[in-house]
Each structure stands twice: as structure tokens, then as C-alpha cells.
């Protein structure tokens, strides 16, 4: 039986960070609707490609940050990373044997009920909003999903020599 190559957790922990400072990244005024969801489109990649080495754990410390930096309620980004990360361990069997587009429809239903549960949270702490504007994030995630999962496949071939 052959050895899947183990990706080392330095480039996950790499790519998660780096996720975070594009999430975080200052946009002009009107463009943070159209900003992907960045962190939950690593930890989606993660999760399904290392789903031993990747999971709610690091979902949950990624979402502790993210509060920190953002100055959102403690709690908030971590309970909706770690519902994303549990929830691609729910799909994970399923969602391998999928196309790219298929993974994209996919991505699209998962990082939608995440931020759905965010848009509750916030409405929780009182940042009602009225629009469904917050899902465009999930639709632009979506659509970068086939690009950034063949751009990271063959940077892993890259790294590990195959």
C-alpha cells in the first residue's frame, strides 16, 4: 500500500495565517462586501485535504484571533470556524469524490450557513441588518474555490517532490 505524502504543518499553519492577514487586510470604503472568505476557504482546503491534522481545534484558534484583531465579541468568528470545520468533517468522505464544480456548490452551502449563523450572531449583539449582502462573500468564495484548490495542489506536489 502506498504512503500519502504528510504535508508539514508549518505550511498549514502558513496558509491559515496568511489567510488571516488577507481577511483582515484594509479595503476601500464599499469593497469589504466582495472580500472571499479567506479563512474559511483554507480551513475548508485543510480540513478535506489533511481532515487527521486539520480540524475544529485549529478553526477555533484561527476564530480567537480573528475576534481579537476585528474587536468582535470573544467568541463569535471561533464558533462559526469551528461549526465550518465540523461541518467539513461531516462532508469530508462525500465532498473528495466531488468535481471541482460540484466542491465549489459545496464550498458555496457551507461558508452560506456559517455566515448565516454569523449574521444571527450579530444580530445577537445588536448589528441588525435587514440584507442578505453577506452572503456575497460565500458566492465570490465560491466561484475562487476551483483556482485556489488546483493552486494548492500543485504547490503541495511542489513541496513534498512528487
Known sequence: MARVPVIPLVVVWFSLVLALCLQVMPLAEGWQVFRPEWIGLML??????APDRVGVFHAFVLGVLLDLI???SLGQHALTLSLLA?????????????SLVQQSVLVLVLLGLVQLVEQWL???????SI?????????ISAFLWP?????????????LGS
Open 44 to 49: 475548508i482546503y485543510w480540513c478535506m485535504r
Open 70 to 72: 476585528e474587536g468582535t
Open 86 to 98: 465540523f461541518l467539513c468533517a461531516l462532508v469530508y468522505p462525500r465532498f473528495r469524490a466531488y
Open 122 to 128: 450579530r444580530t445577537l449583539t445588536g448589528e441588525f
Open 131 to 139: 440584507h442578505l449582502s453577506f452572503l456575497i462573500p460565500s458566492l
Open 147 to 159: 483556482w485556489l484548490a488546483t493552486m494548492f495542489k500543485a504547490l503541495e506536489r511542489r513541496l
